[in-house]
């Protein structure tokens, strides 16, 4: 038998022995049931399935711009700054008459809006106590400032009294110190008019008019670490609470206006580190 013939009687053998193969259509052995193709064939392969086209969303109607929430005064001067300060960068890069001039025109116009605020704010205050900053703290009139520092002064001089029933002013001075001997007229005055007592300490031993009675440190000065003379603090002995007043020559009215704000309550919140614990001899 030639070999053709038996490669033919192979492939019908073959066939015959698996038909469920040759029926399920396994495009992989479809060949053993295709013996009419013969062994020399090509086939182009089968097309690829499409991929299903999506159906593109149909444009709705044309939006509405966004409105802007704000109110139209915000969005005006919002422009009005953006184009301010896009005029000076040009002026400023480019600086020719012309650019110069537009900036400066517009800076004039924006001025002139904000003396217009400026003048119907004043009036506002005229007439709504208030709102005026006139009346509101510390005066500027002369004469109302004259009535102001006099209810100031008998206010603080009554706080003080107050003050000396239980604090003393530490008063650490130098018998060779010139600012020494010129401020200690100044605080004997204070504790004749105000009631608060003041015990001076000198630090070399020397001594002032006016406090014959002066001791000598015996150890606060270092504890308080005082550098500088003279040197003055408010101190409670029964606590040993002490809070530095100033240092150099001070004032009446400066005496008055530190005292008071040293024993107020929030002075300790503000500066916690002012205040100081020491055992009083």
């Given amino acids: 038998m030639h070999s053709i013939q038996r490669l033919v009687l192979l492939a019908l053998i073959a066939a015959s022995a698996f038909p469920a193969a040759s029926a399920a259509g396994n495009e992989s052995h479809r060949f053993w ?49 953006q184009r301010v300060e896009d005029l000076r960068g040009i002026a400023v890069m480019r600086p020719t008459e012309a650019n110069v001039r537009r900036y400066m025109e517009l800076e004039a116009k924006v001025v002139a809006q904000a ?36 209810q100031q002064l008998g206010e603080r001089s009554r706080s003080i009294a107050e003050l000396g029933r239980d604090h003393v002013l530490l008063f650490f001075f130098r018998g060779d110190c010139p600012y020494c001997h010129a401020f200690a007229p100044t605080l004997e005055a204070f504790q004749g008019r105000h009631g608060i007592r003041v015990e001076a300490v000198s630090l070399d031993g020397g001594a002032l008019p006016g406090f014959a009675s002066a001791r000598r440190d015996n150890g606060a000065a270092t504890a308080l670490r005082v550098a500088q003379v003279p040197a003055v603090y408010l101190a409670q002995p029964f606590t040993g609470r002490i809070v530095p007043i100033g240092f150099g020559v001070l004032s009446e009215s400066q005496l008055l206006e530190r005292i008071s704000a040293a024993a107020a309550p929030a002075f300790e919140a503000m500066v916690p580190s002012a205040v100081r614990q020491l055992g009083m001899p």
């Avoid at 009419?36 to 509405?64: C, I, L, M, N, T």
């Fill in 115 to 150: 003396s217009a605020f400026a003048d119907v704010a004043q009036r506002v205050a005229w007439t709504t106590p208030e709102l005026d900053p006139s009346l509101q703290g510390r005066p500027v009139n002369a004469k109302a400032l004259e009535v102001f520092e006099a």
């Fill in 33 to 81: 049931g295709d013996t009419w193709r013969g062994w020399h064939f090509y086939e182009d392969p089968a097309p690829e399935a499409e991929p299903p086209r999506s159906v593109p969303a149909k444009p709705g109607g044309p939006r509405a711009p966004r409105r802007d929430p704000r109110p139209p005064e915000l969005v005006e001067l919002e422009r009005l700054r």
